[in-house]
């Protein structure tokens, strides 16, 4: 697994208990602690607020994604892949790299 690999992998709720299984994007990593952005097709029904730290992957399909679908970089999560399975279905396109790395540059600087 690689920086910018689409994973999926069991995230837990962040305000209840339980998880599901979903898509993920490998940030960085090391050894087997994963820190990941979730992916989600959720976000017509999102308030703009949040809205603004989701990140349009233009490429989702070559991505292996089923839908149209965005990067939240609100928030990093950390897995650990020994204790959660964790697969590899797809990567990132070099554009929608570039993409999500100027999005998270304008994020920072409108968070600050």
Request: proline share 3%; net charge positive.
């Amino acid at each position: 697994m690689d920086t910018n690999d689409v994973l999926v992998a069991f995230i837990a709720y962040k305000e209840k208990t339980g998880g599901k299984t979903r898509p993920v994007l490998l940030i960085s990593k090391r050894g087997r602690q994963l820190s990941v952005f979730r992916i989600t097709s959720k976000y017509q029904s999102k308030s703009p607020r949040i809205q603004k730290a989701y990140c349009h992957i233009v490429d989702w399909q070559q991505a292996n994604l089923r839908k149209p679908s965005w990067i939240d970089v609100g928030q990093t999560i950390t897995i650990n892949s020994e204790k959660i399975k964790v697969v590899k279905i797809g990567t990132l396109s070099d554009a929608d790299v570039f993409r999500l790395s100027e999005f998270i540059e304008k994020h920072r600087l409108e968070a600050k």
